[in-house]
């Protein structure tokens, strides 16, 4: 048998042939089933990229309208779900509570065969149409709060902002949602789509699935960095103080937040789309003096770190543009489940279609021919 070098975090390691997205990180591209993200954060909509991920062509008008009208009527969540939810305790993390209802949904459908389509795509619809609406039950149900039930006249993302902050958003709000979703929905094998790959192998159910990707993304060094970047903003407090920030943190050698990525070694595509957006909005609504912080922030890190490759990824500009929307910031990372699982359905199904089982190898590093001591005498 052939002696592989183990590499931590399996850097550089293929774990699957997938053909769902595509990233070249030195000239900053990113293609879902070979479009480019430009294109799709322009002329798309999140279900119809999420329709395109999952079942791999862009669907026609009659059937993004099937789909939707699907979604639509399945945003709606069982009462016992609901009472489930309320016994949560409101100082739990959002993100817990989104992994163990969408755990939940499991105990509700009965679980069929997995090559059969009806099934594939009945949870495919559930999970894309529900995960919003327990995000934003949880939002209110932590302040006492009944949730607010779906409307059936308002777009998937205007429906979760409307559920969320019980307010009508405005077309413009709308539309920059919908884009952050169609951002957010895939990315290649990272560390919350590889857990959904290991999860399916299993053959296991779609709630399994999904669920288990959830708990993947909650973590701090996946999910969680937007979050540190508006803390980050607030630390600097304004744009004169943004070089002596800049300044302490490479003396110190801290990391500056939303800045650098694994693969991308220019400006992430993504943050390009998520500034202009948050350029609309605060266009419209007034400026932001984070805002102006961030852009003098980049300028500078672009200075001092250029050569380095370490230019802005997707986490620096989403947090202000949530922010602007009315999203908490502990809610910052369950809607970018919201926008993944459309990702992780499209892994799910694409491991299904050639499945073996995960199984991985390691190097043994431990000791042999132990002898047992016994427990008086250790
Ligand atoms: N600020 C300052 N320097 C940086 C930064 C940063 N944000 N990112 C990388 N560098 C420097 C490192 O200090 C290192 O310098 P050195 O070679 O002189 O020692 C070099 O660039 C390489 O850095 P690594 O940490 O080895 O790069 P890696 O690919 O392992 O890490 C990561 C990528 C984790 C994203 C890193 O850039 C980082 O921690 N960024 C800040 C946190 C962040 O924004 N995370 C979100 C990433 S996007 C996402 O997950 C959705």
Redesign the pocket.
């Known amino acids: 048998m052939t002696v592989c070098e183990y590499k931590p975090g399996l850097e550089g390691i293929p774990a699957a042939q997938s053909s769902i997205s595509y990233v070249d990180g030195k000239r900053g591209i990113l293609e879902y089933r070979g479009i480019r993200i430009e294109e799709l954060a322009t002329k798309s909509t999140f279900l119809e990229t999420a329709y395109l991920l999952i079942w791999g062509e862009l669907p026609t008008k009659e059937e993004l309208g099937a789909f939707e009208r699907e979604i639509y009527l399945h945003r709606r969540i069982k009462y016992r779900i609901r009472d489930m939810m309320k016994c949560f305790p409101e100082t739990g993390h959002p993100m817990d509570a989104l992994q163990t209802s969408a755990a939940a949904l499991g105990l509700f459908y009965a679980k069929r065969a997995l090559d059969d389509p009806d099934y594939i795509r009945q949870a495919v619809v559930r999970l894309v149409a529900k995960i919003p609406t327990m995000v934003a039950a949880f939002k209110q149900m932590r302040k006492g709060n009944d949730p607010i039930q779906p409307r059936d006249d308002l777009g998937y993302g205007a429906n979760f902002l409307y559920m969320l902050n019980e307010r009508e958003p405005d077309p413009l709000e709308a539309q920059v949602f919908d884009v952050c979703l169609t951002l957010h929905a895939e990315?290649t094998i990272?560390a919350s789509t590889f857990s959904a790959m290991v999860t399916a192998s299993t053959l296991t159910d779609p709630y399994a699935v999904v669920a288990s990707a959830v708990g993947t993304l909650a973590g701090p060094?996946?999910?969680g960095?937007n979050e540190?970047?508006i803390a980050m903003l607030e630390a600097i407090g304004s744009v004169e103080n943004v070089r002596p920030y800049l300044e302490e943190?490479?003396q110190r050698?801290?990391?500056?937040?939303?800045?650098?990525?694994?693969v991308y070694k220019v400006k992430?595509p993504r943050a390009k789309i998520l500034q202009s957006l948050a350029e609309k909005l605060f266009e419209k609504s007034g400026r932001d003096k984070y805002y102006d912080i961030a852009v003098e922030l980049e300028e500078a890190?672009e200075e001092k770190?250029g050569s380095?490759?370490?230019y802005p990824?997707?986490?620096?500009y989403s947090g202000l543009v949530y922010r602007k929307l009315g999203i908490p910031i502990d809610l910052f990372t369950p809607v970018f489940a919201i926008a993944r699982v459309a990702g992780w359905l499209a892994h799910w199904k694409e491991q299904l279609a050639e499945n073996r089982i995960y199984r991985p190898t390691q190097v043994y590093s431990g000791r042999h021919d132990a002898p047992y001591i016994p427990i008086t005498k250790r």
């Open positions: 990315h990272n060094l996946h999910g960095a540190e970047v943190c490479l050698k801290t990391k500056i937040m939303g800045f650098g990525h694994r992430d890190v770190l380095k490759g370490i990824n997707v986490d620096f």
